[in-house]
Nanobody, 120 residues
Framework: QVQLVESGGGLVQPGGSLRLSCAASGSNFRIYTMAWYRQAPGNQRELVAKITSGGTTTYADSVKGRFTISRDNAKNTLYLEMSMLKPEDTAVYLC??????????????WGQGTQVTVSS
């Protein structure tokens, strides 16, 4: 099993910034694509940003220019730098990873989520 643990959420005023982290742990694993999703009450889970093992990034239109996804492969950690936050960014942010524990298959893993609330 690969475990994903998010941190860094909290309450921030509109226009503020937050940095989320997601640390992956387990035995003898390799991580491929990682991503951040978010889910607000009553809404479907949506992709915020993803990054491949080679560093190629993709963003939802709603966060382009405001959020930056990055990863530290040596530390098996994923980051999301969020700036110019808006109330509509309020959601539980979840970390996602495709990972493999050889010789097993590539599987999908989810973290428990961290709450981000943007409010004055």
């Amino acid at each position: 099993q690969v475990q994903l643990v998010e941190s860094g959420g909290g309450l921030v005023q509109p226009g503020g910034s937050l940095r989320l982290s997601c640390a992956a742990s387990g035995s003898n694993f390799r991580i491929y694509t990682m991503a951040w999703y978010r889910q607000a009450p009553g809404n479907q889970r949506e992709l915020v940003a993803k990054i491949t093992s080679g560093g190629t990034t993709t963003y939802a239109d709603s966060v382009k220019g405001r959020f930056t996804i990055s990863r530290d492969n040596a530390k098996n950690t994923l980051y999301l730098e969020m700036s110019m936050l808006k109330p509509e960014d309020t959601a539980v942010y979840l970390c996602f990873a495709n990972a493999q524990q050889p010789p097993g298959p590539v599987l999908s893993y989810w973290g428990q989520g961290t709450q981000v609330t943007v409010s004055s």
